[in-house]
């Protein structure tokens, strides 16, 4: 099977366009030829989306991010996922606003130092989907 490859240069960043077999892989398919998009930079490789809204598209979203004071620990806060990503993802904190949130699988969850009074907080949190594709956010917390 041939694969069809277009590159084209827009606003200074190349960007690769390939039927079945080069980029993000295959979201639709007409007659089992797909396209797929995918920004890469001047080596090759996938531009990763850090969030200056050059990258693949891909966003964190929180579900929730109150919750009151006086949260037992383990308390669920809200539920993470990843929009416009492929494969599936895992979420790490890299900034947990000295352990008063803790990830449970994809579920943000009161941490060891929650607050007893009402006060907001930011948080970081980094979605990888062990395949290049990552994205790191950054939430405000807030405690009612």
């Known amino acids: ?6 590159e084209v240069v827009a606003g200074g960043l190349p960007i690769s366009i390939a039927a079945n077999g080069r980029g993000l892989p295959v979201q639709r398919s007409v007659n089992g ?5 995918t ?3 001047a080596g090759g490789l996938p531009v990763v989306d850090t969030g200056s809204g050059l990258g693949t598209g891909i966003d964190i979203e929180l579900s929730n991010s109150l919750f ?14 990843v929009m416009e990503g492929v494969g599936s993802y895992t979420f790490t904190l890299t900034d947990n606003a000295g352990g008063r949130v803790a990830i449970t699988g994809s579920t943000l969850r009161v941490g060891g130092t929650a607050s007893p009074v ?4 930011p948080i970081t949190v980094l979605a990888d989907n062990g395949a290049g594709s990552t994205k790191s956010k950054v939430f405000t917390i807030t405690v009612v």
């Open 68 to 81: 009151p004071a006086g949260s037992l620990i383990g308390t669920l806060i809200g539920a993470l996922s």
């Open 33 to 37: 030829f797909g396209l797929a998009v």
């Open 1 to 6: 099977m041939a694969i069809a490859v277009v």
């Open 39 to 41: 920004v890469v930079a």
């Open 118 to 121: 009402p006060t907001t907080f």
